[in-house]
């Protein structure tokens, strides 16, 4: 993406040097039954707390910034001067004037930043939060970059293009299940670990249109005995679009059905195949289940004869999968072959839900190009 690093980006009602920043109060409130509140128990843990009682729990930021700074392709960007402190004791958000520091890479001053917390999760709570937010492009956005941090206590993040019309700046709770099932919202990026750097291949971007609506979804799991202070930010970098030849798409697939009886072990495997006009590359790939996940496996190729690409065996911090080059199918008929086997250690049948303490799940997600559409395959039991 070389001299992509000085784009200016037009922002809304502001000059490229802009920073948009809004500050707003985290509440936690009760989250969807499947979705585990603040008051879920979490095993070997204590209760958690609600917005009245939660320490920290009123307090965070979150907002864009468009950094005025930057260097070309090799240089060093400018670094974030940080945000202003929240009102509680959840502490200060990384949404600051200067954007992300980005050494050697893409350069700074074609980023947006998106930042949610830090907040106090108290001891043995999950919950499960969203805002929607409007881009602030006056232009598509080119997509080639997308870095992520999580601290303790995030065990997911993700962006979607939402169907969402107006920006809801106070994170509210929400549930990943039903966002991913529907069509409306489009899940173009997810983050399982503490940090996540995606590059896209070279000419290769993800189109974002002009003020495109975005929801960000973080799922909060403090499975310690001690309260931490939780957060997440997501950098996106954008590129030239003289400089891009192909656009890529999102896949997100997985079994639902789920039965995993007290005290035994259990797998589910499921083929999916491709099924597009054209061939797909895929660049990166990554899978996701819950505590009781031991391992997940996936296979490129045709059904029962493909190659083992990816595996994993941490459930909390799953890899995401760069392939450079791409994987590239050698015909439609190929596809992924997904499987995920599990452990149950506890006294009760575990079946599909969004608790990462007591339900489980079986995902892969992957990018691929040329786009020939956003792409998600899961069924809800």
Known sequence: ?????????????????????????????????????????LPGGTPGHDAATGSGGNAGTVGWSSPDAGAGRGGSGAAGTGGSAGTGSGGSAGV????????GGA???????????????????????????????TEPFELVKVVSDLTEGGHHLIVYGSSATAEARTPYPCSASADIINPQMLPLFIAQQRHTSVDFPEGVAYQLPAG?????????????????????????F??????????????????????????????????????KATPPNVFGLTTHTHARGKRTT??????????????????????????????????ANDGLRLTCEYQNNTDATLTFGESAALNEMCFLWAYYYPDQGHDVRVILP
């Open 1 to 41: 993406m070389g001299g992509n690093a000085m784009l200016r980006i037009p922002l809304l009602g502001a000059g490229s040097s802009a920073a948009v920043a809004v500050s707003c109060a985290l509440l936690l409130a009760a989250c969807s039954p499947t979705g585990g509140g603040p008051d879920q128990r």
């Open 96 to 103: 600051g004037s200067g954007g992300a520091a980005d050494s």
């Open 107 to 137: 350069g700074a001053a074609n980023t947006l930043r998106l930042s949610m917390g830090p907040i106090e999760i108290p001891a043995g709570q999950e919950t499960t939060l969203c805002i929607d937010l409007r881009m602030p492009t």
């Open 212 to 236: 495109r609506m975005l929801r960000i979804e973080l799922h909060f799991f403090n499975a310690l005995t001690e309260p931490v202070k939780a957060g997440g930010t997501v950098d996106f």
């Open 238 to 275: 954008g590129a030239d679009p003289a400089n891009v030849r192909e656009h890529s798409n999102f896949m997100f697939w997985g079994p639902t059905t789920l039965f995993i009886l007290p005290r035994s072990s259990a797998s589910v495997t499921q083929f999916y195949r491709f099924n």
């Open 298 to 331: 996936v296979e490129f190729g045709p059904d029962g004869a493909g190659r083992r690409i990816y595996e994993n065996t941490d459930w909390a911090e799953p890899p995401l999968q760069l392939y450079t080059p791409p994987l590239v199918a050698a015909s």
